[in-house]
C-alpha cells in the first residue's frame, strides 16, 4: 500500500507517495538522496543512523517512515548553515572527535538532541546520552570532550 | 502529463518500464535503462552515434519514440559483448580494435552497429557498399580510413579469406616503440563501456540548463528569475551575482565572465543557469526567467570593427584590436625591387566548427572536503583550474579538474565555457549538477576556427627564388579573446611557410566583433596564413612555367636556414618530405598550370574512385566542357612542436609495481589520438616491461603531475619525453639494488620484455621477481619522477625575432581532384601525405592522425562553413553544417619520414595539427589543375565552382570576340 507522507526534512517540506513499510533511513538516503545518515546494523543496535524527529532523537534504520506524519524531521546534512559547521560540529572538527567518521553523523545527532533538552549537561549525562551510540575508532573519550567542547557555544 | 506502459526486450531481457509520453527511445536506453554505451551526438538522426536494432533493423534511436518500440527487440552495443568489458567481442568490435579504428571512441558504437549491420544484410559487402552503407555515421577523428579498414577484416573474416586469429593475436615486438601496439583504451570504446561525462551520474544528481542571449550585443537592464524559482524540482537558478570571486576568464586576457555580466557580446552567451531534479523542470524554468535587454549597436566583420566609431565590444579595447603580431626581417621593399615579378592576391578562410560528436558536458560538485570539483572533457585541466580558483576565489588546491574522456578535441576543449557555471552552481545548491550540451548549443556557443583574410605580396626572381614576402592577416576572433593572441602568434610566425626568404613582413591581426569567439583549432593559425602561400607558390610557378614541387626545391629550407624569426635550425628535413611525396605520389614532373587531363599521373593504383552507389548521379566521360576533369596539385607546410614562444613543461611519476607491473601518473590528456598507447610503449620499453602490464593514470589535478594540455602538437614531444626520464629515474634506482643483489655493477645490467639480466652471464628474473627482490630483500620501493622542458623564448615585440620552437616537422600533400563541371562537385580521389614525425613510436596511431587531419582539410576545402547572419548562426546543426562522411574521403597514402629530434632525449616529434596544414591548398591547386579556376576564397562550394566556371568563360568568350 502506498501512502502520501507531508514532512519537513531540514527545513523544506515536502511530500512523497512512499510504501507503508519504508523505513525512515530508506526514506531519507533512498528518496531524498541524504546520504549522510549512515547504516551501521539495520538493527538499532549501532546509533548510526541517529536523525532527530521533532527535536529528539531516533534510530532512522528501525523507524517506519509512515510514522513520520507530519514531523520535522533533521538530518546531519541540515547542522550546517550554507557551508557553515554548527557548534557541534565544529567542536569534532577542533577537538578530533572523528576518526573514519562513519560514526559520527549519529554522534553528532544524539548529541545534538541532547543539547537541545539539556544545554548543559554534565560529563555523566554526555555519557548517558550517548550510550546508544557505538564507536569504534576514538574510544569515546574525544567524543565526549567534543560534546563538552560545544556546550555554551552558540551556532 | 501522460505515461506510457513499455513492455520490450532489450539485450535479451524483459523489460518493463513507465515512461513519460514524448521519452525518445535514447533517454530510455541511456536514462532509465543505464545504457550509455548509446551516445548522443547530434539529436537529429544527422550523425549515427546513437545507432540501435529495433526488431533486427539498424535505427536510430534519436528520432524513435520510445512508444514505438513498445513490443519490439532491441539490442545496443552493449549486448554485443555480453553487456561487459570482459565478455567476448564480435569480429567487427575486434577488428576496430587491431585496426586503430577507435579514436576519440564517442561514435565507435554507432559505426560498430552500423558495420554490424552491413554485414549481417551482406556478409560479402564491398568496400564502396560499406562506404556507402555507412554514410549516415560521422566520425571526425578517423577519416574513415581504418573504421572502413576494419570492416572489410572483419569480413574477410566471416568469409574466411583470413583465419580467425588475425583478430586476436597483436603480432609479437620486443622493442615497443616504432610498433604498431593495438590501442590499449580500444576495448573500452569499441563495447560503449567507456563512459563520457554526460554518461556518468552521481547519486543526487541535479541537471542544469542555460538561459542564453538572443541578442548579439546588448545591455542586460534586468533579470527576473522569481518564476523560475517556483517551478517544482527547481533548486537554484546563477547568473553573474553568484560569482564569488574575479569575474574574467579566458587564455591570454581575462575578458570571458562567467555568465554575461552587464552586457551580452554574441547570440548564445550564458545570461543565467537553473538547476533542477529533472532536464524537464530546469528547461520549463528557463523558458520562465525574464530579462530586459536594451540592444546595442553590433559588430559583425574585421573591417566595421576596425573603422573609427565602430561599436566597441570591450571597454578596455577601444580599437576592437585583441592583438597584433609584427615579423620583421630584412627589407621588403628592397626584395619587392629585386624580383622580378610582384604577385598580389587576397585569400578568405571561412570559420569552421570543430564538431567533435561528444557535445560539450560536464558534472560539478563539492567533494566531502570542500574541494569544488569538476568533471569535464577538457583539453587544458591545468589551466581551466587556475581560472576556476580565480572566479570562485578558492586557494587552487581546493579546486580540483578531471578530465573526462574526452569525445573529440580538436582545439573545441581548451578555452573554457561552461566549467564555471557548473562549480558555481555545485556551491549553491550543495548537489552534484550535471550540464550537457544540445548539438545546437555546442555549434553555436563553442569557439571557432578564426576566419581570416589574408592579403598577400610576394616578390619572385627570374630563377624562382621568393625576395619577399608580406603578409597582412585580419581574423575574425568574435565577442571574446579566448586563444586568439597565440592564434595570431602561430600565424604569424608560419605564415610564409618552411622558405628561406630574405625579406620577410607579417602582420596578423585579431579583432573583437559580436560574432560567436573564435579560439583554438588544430593548426592555431597556420592553416590559414600557410594555405595563402602555398597558393601564391603555386602562383608563382606557373608564371615561371616551374614544376610545383621545383619552386619548393629551390626555396625550401635546409640545414642551417634562419627562420622568419631569425632561429637558427639545425636538422631540417623538407627537402627529404618533398621527395617522398613527389616519389609516392608518382608525381610527373612539368610546368604548374592548367594540365588537368593532360597529366600522365591521373588514376594511378593509390586512387579511389568516386563512390558510385547512389550518392552521386552517374556522370559519363567528360564531354568538352560539360563532365568531370580531374587533375592534381599539391602543397607542402612547416609546424612547430609544443607550446609557441614560451618555456613548455611535463611531468610524470612512475612505480615499477609487483608482478612486473608499473604505474605511470602523468597530467596527460587523451582526446583520441592515443597518447596513452604511446605512453605505453615508451615506459614498456624504458623499464623493460610490455605495454599491457602499464597503467596509466587519469588526468586528475589532484592526483597527478602537471603536464599540461592536449595542443601545439606536444603531448608526444613533451610528456613522452618526461615519462621517459621518470622510468630512467626508477631504473637508475631498481637496478642499483638488483645489482646490489646480483653483486655486480649497474651497468652490467639490462632489461627487456619482462626480463632483467647480467649482460654476457647467466644470470636473470623475471622482473615480477626483480621487483619482489627490490622491495622484500632490499626494503626499496622503486619510484622515480620526471620533468621535461622545452626552452622556448618569446617574440621580440617589434621584429618578432626569437626561438618559438626547438622542434620543427614539415609536411608535403598531393591532391587528386575529379570537378563536376556540371554541378560543380568536387571529389578528392587519393591524396598522398608525407610528414615528418621525428622518431615514430606508434605507425598506425601516425597514420590515423594523417588520416583523420587530412579528412578534416578536405572539409575546409570543400564544404564546411559557419555561417552567421548579424551574429545569428545559420549553420547551427549537421544538417546545415555539411561534414565529411565516409562517402567523401578518398583514399589517402600516409609517407611517414623519420628525421628524430636531436635534442630531446626520445628524438619523437608530432602529427596531431600538421596532417591538417597542406591539405587544403593541395586541393584548391588541384582543382585549379583540373579545371582552370583559381580559388581564393573557402571552402570551394559547388556554387563557387560553377561561379568561377561561369567567369572562366565568360572572359574566353570575352578574348575570343575581341580576337574576332
Given amino acids: 500500500m502506498k501512502q502520501i507522507i507531508s514532512a519537513t526534512i531540514n527545513g523544506t517540506s515536502c511530500q512523497d507517495a512512499i510504501d507503508d513499510n519504508l523505513l525512515l533511513i530508506d526514506y531519507l538516503r533512498k528518496n531524498k538522496t541524504l546520504t549522510g545518515t549512515k547504516s551501521g546494523c539495520d538493527g538499532g543496535e549501532c546509533g548510526a543512523c541517529t536523525v532527530l524527529v521533532n527535536g529528539q532523537p531516533r534510530l532512522s534504520c528501525i523507524t517506519l517512515a509512515a510514522t513520520c506524519q507530519n514531523a520535522e524531521i533533521e538530518t546531519i546534512e541540515g547542522e550546517s548553515n550554507n557551508g557553515r559547521l554548527s557548534a557541534l560540529q565544529r567542536a569534532f572538527h577542533e577537538n578530533l572527535g572523528t576518526q573514519c567518521g562513519f560514526c559520527t553523523p549519529g554522534m553528532i545527532m544524539a548529541a545534538s538532541g541532547l543539547l537541545r533538552d539539556n544545554p548543559n549537561p554534565n560529563d555523566g549525562e554526555i555519557r548517558a546520552a550517548l550510550a546508544g551510540n557505538l564507536c569504534r575508532c576514538t574510544g569515546y573519550v574525544k567524543i565526549i570532550k567534543s560534546v563538552r567542547a560545544a556546550i555554551g557555544t552558540s551556532s | ?964
Avoid at chain 2, 529495433?54 to 519490439?72: E, F
Wanted: one cysteine or more; aromatic letters at 6%.
Fill in chain 2, 1 to 964: 502529463m501522460s505515461e506510457h506502459l513499455i513492455e520490450a526486450t532489450v539485450n535479451g531481457r524483459k523489460v518493463r518500464k513507465t515512461v513519460k509520453a514524448g521519452t525518445r527511445l535514447i533517454d530510455f536506453l541511456r536514462d532509465d535503462l543505464q545504457l550509455t554505451g548509446t551516445k548522443e551526438g547530434c539529436g537529429a538522426g544527422e550523425c549515427g552515434t546513437c545507432s540501435v536494432f529495433v526488431d533486427g533493423k539498424l535505427m536510430k534511436s534519436c528520432l524513435m519514440p520510445v512508444s514505438r518500440a513498445d513490443g519490439t527487440v532491441i539490442e545496443t552495443v552493449e549486448n554485443l559483448s555480453g553487456g561487459s568489458i570482459l565478455g567476448e567481442r564480435t569480429a567487427v568490435q575486434k577488428a576496430f580494435h587491431k585496426m586503430g579504428a577507435s579514436q576519440c571512441g564517442y561514435c565507435i558504437p554507432g559505426m560498430v552497429m552500423a558495420a554490424t549491420a552491413v554485414l549481417q544484410d551482406n556478409p560479402q559487402a564491398e568496400r564502396e557498399e560499406i562506404k556507402e552503407r555507412m554514410g549516415g555515421n560521422i566520425c571526425r577523428c578517423t577519416g574513415y580510413q581504418k573504421i572502413i579498414d576494419a570492416v572489410e577484416l572483419a569480413r574477410d573474416v566471416a568469409n574466411q579469406i583470413q583465419p580467425a586469429g588475425v583478430l586476436d593475436t597483436e603480432e609479437h615486438h620486443d622493442d615497443f616503440i616504432g610498433a604498431s601496439v593495438w590501442r590499449i583504451d580500444a576495448p573500452g570504446k569499441v563495447t560503449g563501456q567507456l563512459k563520457y561525462a554526460g554518461d556518468m551520474v552521481l547519486p543526487g544528481m541535479l541537471e542544469m540548463q542555460v538561459l542564453r542571449s538572443p541578442h548579439a550585443h546588448a545591455r542586460i537592464v534586468s533579470i527576473d528569475f522569481s518564476s523560475a524559482l517556483e517551478v517544482p524540482g527547481v533548486h537554484a537558478v546563477i547568473t553573474a551575482d553568484d560569482v564569488p570571486g574575479t569575474d574574467g576568464y579566458g587564455v591570454f586576457v581575462h575578458d570571458q565572465p562567467v555568465m554575461a555580466r552587464g552586457k551580452v557580446r554574441h547570440v548564445g552567451e550564458a545570461v543565467a543557469a537553473v538547476a533542477a531534479d529533472d532536464l524537464q523542470a530546469a528547461k520549463e524554468a528557463v523558458r520562465l526567467i525574464r530579462v530586459v535587454y536594451e540592444q546595442l549597436p553590433a559588430v559583425f566583420d574585421t573591417d566595421t570593427a576596425k573603422a573609427p566609431g565602430a561599436p566597441i565590444v570591450h571597454d578596455y579595447a577601444p580599437e576592437n584590436l585583441v592583438k597584433h603580431i609584427p615579423i620583421r626581417k630584412g627589407d621588403v621593399d628592397a626584395g619587392f625591387a629585386e624580383a622580378s615579378f610582384v604577385l598580389e592576391h587576397t585569400f578568405q578562410t571561412q570559420p569552421v566548427e570543430h564538431a567533435y560528436l561528444e557535445p560539450e558536458a560536464g558534472i560539478g560538485y563539492v567533494d566531502a572536503d570542500g574541494v569544488v570539483t569538476v568533471h569535464s572533457p577538457s583539453q587544458n585541466i591545468t589551466h581551466h583550474r587556475h581560472m576556476l580558483a580565480d572566479i570562485l576565489d578558492l586557494p587552487i588546491n581546493k579546486v580540483r579538474m578531471i578530465m573526462s574522456p574526452v569525445g573529440g578535441g580538436f582545439g573545441g576543449k581548451e578555452d573554457m565555457l561552461y566549467q564555471g557555471m557548473l562549480a558555481i552552481m555545485a556551491m549553491k545548491t550543495g548537489r552534484p549538477v550535471r550540464l550537457v550540451f544540445t548539438r545546437e548549443e555546442s555549434i553555436t556557443v563553442s569557439a571557432k576556427r578564426h576566419p581570416t583574410r589574408i592579403q598577400y605580396r610576394m616578390g619572385v626572381a627570374k630563377d624562382g627564388r621568393i625576395t619577399a614576402s608580406q603578409l597582412k592577416c585580419e581574423s575574425d576572433g568574435g565577442a571574446y579573446g579566448c586563444s586568439t593572441e597565440g592564434v595570431m602568434r602561430k600565424m604569424a610566425i608560419l605564415g610564409p611557410g618552411p622558405y628561406d626568404i630574405p625579406n620577410v613582413k607579417i602582420d596578423t591581426y585579431g579583432y573583437y566583433t559580436n560574432n560567436t569567439p573564435s579560439g583554438a583549432f588544430r593548426t592555431f593559425g597556420a592553416m590559414q596564413s600557410e594555405f595563402s602561400t602555398e597558393v601564391m607558390l603555386d602562383l608563382a610557378a606557373e608564371k615561371l612555367q616551374l614544376d610545383p614541387f621545383e619552386i619548393r626545391r629551390i626555396n625550401g629550407m635546409r640545414n642551417g636556414a634562419i627562420t622568419h624569426t631569425k632561429q637558427k635550425l639545425e636538422s631540417v628535413s623538407f627537402q627529404r618530405v618533398l621527395e617522398a611525396a613527389r616519389e609516392g605520389s608518382r608525381w610527373e614532373s612539368g610546368p604548374s598550370s592548367s594540365r588537368g587531363e593532360q597529366r600522365k599521373d591521373l588514376s594511378g593504383t593509390d586512387i579511389r574512385p568516386p563512390c558510385q552507389l547512389g550518392a552521386r548521379f552517374m556522370s559519363t566521360k567528360p564531354e568538352g566542357e560539360f563532365g568531370r576533369v580531374r587533375g592534381r596539385g599539391m602543397a607542402a607546410s612547416w609546424y612547430g612542436i609544443a607550446r609557441t614562444a614560451t618555456i613548455d613543461r611535463a611531468g610524470a611519476w612512475v612505480e615499477l609495481d609487483d608482478g612486473g607491473t608499473a604505474k605511470v601518473l602523468t597530467g596527460v590528456t587523451e582526446i583520441g589520438e592515443g597518447i596513452l598507447t604511446v605512453l605505453a610503449q615508451v615506459a614498456a620499453d624504458e623499464l623493460g616491461i610490455r605495454p599491457e602490464n602499464i597503467t596509466i593514470g587519469d588526468n586528475d589535478t589532484a592526483r597527478s603531475p602537471e603536464a599540461a594540455h592536449a595542443g601545439a602538437t606536444r603531448q608526444t614531444y613533451m610528456i613522452a619525453n618526461a615519462v621517459a626520464l621518470a622510468c630512467r629515474n626508477v631504473r637508475e634506482r631498481f637496478d642499483a639494488e638488483i645489482a646490489a643483489f646480483w653483486e655486480v655493477e649497474p651497468d652490467q645490467l639490462e632489461a627487456s620484455n619482462g626480463h632483467i639480466r647480467v649482460r654476457e652471464t647467466n644470470k636473470s628474473m623475471t622482473m615480477a621477481e626483480a621487483v619482489a627482490v627490490c622491495k622484500g630483500q632490499r626494503g626499496v620501493v622503486p619510484v622515480g619522477s620526471g620533468s621535461y622542458t622545452a626552452p622556448h623564448t618569446g617574440l621580440d615585440p617589434v621584429d618578432g625575432s626569437g626561438k618559438p620552437w626547438q622542434a620543427y616537422v614539415y609536411g608535403c600533400q598531393v591532391a587528386e581532384v575529379e570537378v563536376d563541371t556540371v554541378t560543380g562537385e568536387v571529389q578528392v580521389l587519393g591524396v598522398w601525405a608525407a610528414h615528418d614525425v621525428g622518431r615514430v613510436i606508434n605507425p598506425q596511431g601516425v597514420e590515423g592522425q594523417i588520416e583523420g587531419g587530412v579528412v578534416q582539410g578536405l572539409g575546409q576545402a570543400l564544404m564546411e562553413d559557419y555561417q552567421q547572419t548579424d551574429g545569428h548562426a545559420v549553420s547551427h546543426g549537421f544538417d546545415k553544417y555539411i561534414l565529411p562522411t565516409s562517402l567523401d574521403v578518398p583514399h589517402i597514402n600516409s609517407i611517414i619520414i623519420e628525421d628524430p629530434d636531436p635534442l630531446s632525449p626520445l628524438g619523437a616529434k608530432g602529427i596531431g595539427e600538421p596532417a591538417l596544414v597542406p591539405t587544403v591548398p593541395a586541393i584548391i591547386n588541384a582543382i585549379y589543375d583540373a579545371a582552370g579556376i583559381r580559388l581564393t576564397s573557402l571552402p570551394a562550394t559547388p556554387v563557387k565552382v560553377l561561379a568561377a566556371l561561369r567567369d572562366k568563360k565568360r572572359m574566353r568568350e570575352g578574348s575570343l570576340e575581341a580576337a574576332e
